[in-house]
């Protein structure tokens, strides 16, 4: 009973910037991890990086120090910042919360 939409995808040049969100709308009482992930075509899908309801937070290593995701719970919303895009961060952008609901994904193209 949690439903997840994600926004803020789009075309950028390499070594820009791009701010994903992802708001969650009805149980959000129950999440206890919301994790972003991508899909590349051809590829597996991927954990990017992931916050639990204590604030933890963690990322995979392609990503640190480049990445960076936070939450606003007053808008049940988390948001996954992402600073110098290298053309293999193009993939769909998804969110899941509890490892078992998911958004509709974001499309992110970074080109070079």
């Known amino acids: 009973q949690v439903q997840l939409v994600e926004s803020g995808g789009g075309l950028v040049q390499a070594g820009g910037s791009l701010r994903l969100s992802c708001a969650a709308s009805?149980?959000?009482?129950?999440?206890?991890?919301i994790g972003w992930y991508r899909q590349a075509p051809g590829k597996q899908r991927e954990l990017v990086a992931y916050?639990?309801?204590?604030?933890?937070?963690n990322y995979a290593d392609y990503v640190k120090g480049r990445f960076a995701i936070s939450r606003d719970n007053a808008k049940n919303t988390v948001y996954l910042q992402m600073n110098s895009l290298k053309p293999e961060d193009t993939a769909v952008y998804y969110c899941?919360?509890?490892?078992?609901?998911w958004g509709q994904g974001t499309q992110v193209t970074v080109s070079s």
């Open positions: 899941c919360a509890d490892f078992h609901y």
């Open positions: 009805g149980s959000t009482f129950r999440i206890g991890v």
């Open positions: 916050i639990n309801s204590r604030g933890s937070v």
